[in-house]
């Protein structure tokens, strides 16, 4: 399935499209679609709480759901918390890597995976870095 990349245009395939895709995802808000009110995430609604165990737990699922719903090309298979420490938590920076399943046929139906990679967010970021693993 080819895309058009967001920030220059040019075409866009494979697992990089994935990541956009997942990005564009997480950062739209649940009814900001006009044609697509129940695309994106509920992601939002965390924003701006403390940086709790069970918000971030919230967070993760909130994640995992979305990109269940709305990506047939990645398949969810474990959150990785990166930024763990005292600090970080006290500075509220939060950063974590979800490892999955690649499947590049996954919007025809066909779930075969063709290996193992990992993307990463980052809040002071802002956005998703795909890695393979």
């Known amino acids: 399935m080819a ?3 967001r920030e220059s245009g040019r075409v866009l395939d494979g697992w990089p499209h994935v990541v956009q895709s997942v990005n564009v995802i997480m950062t739209t808000r649940l009814g900001e679609r006009v044609m697509r009110r129940h695309f994106g995430s509920s992601a939002f609604s965390l924003l701006g709480r403390l940086l709790t165990a ?5 967070f993760f699922s909130v994640y995992c759901l979305a990109v269940e719903l709305w990506e047939p090309r990645f398949k969810i298979v474990r959150v990785i918390p990166i930024r763990t420490g005292v600090d970080d938590i006290r500075l509220g920076r939060f950063a974590f890597a979800v490892e999955g399943e690649y499947r590049p046929r996954g919007h025809l139906g066909d779930p075969t995976p063709e290996g193992v990679r990992r993307v990463g967010f980052a809040q002071s ?9």
Request: charged share 25%; proline share 0%; no cysteine.
């Open 3 to 5: 895309g058009v990349d």
């Open 54 to 58: 069970d918000h971030i737990v919230r």
């Open 125 to 133: 970021e802002a956005s998703l870095i795909g890695v393979s693993a």
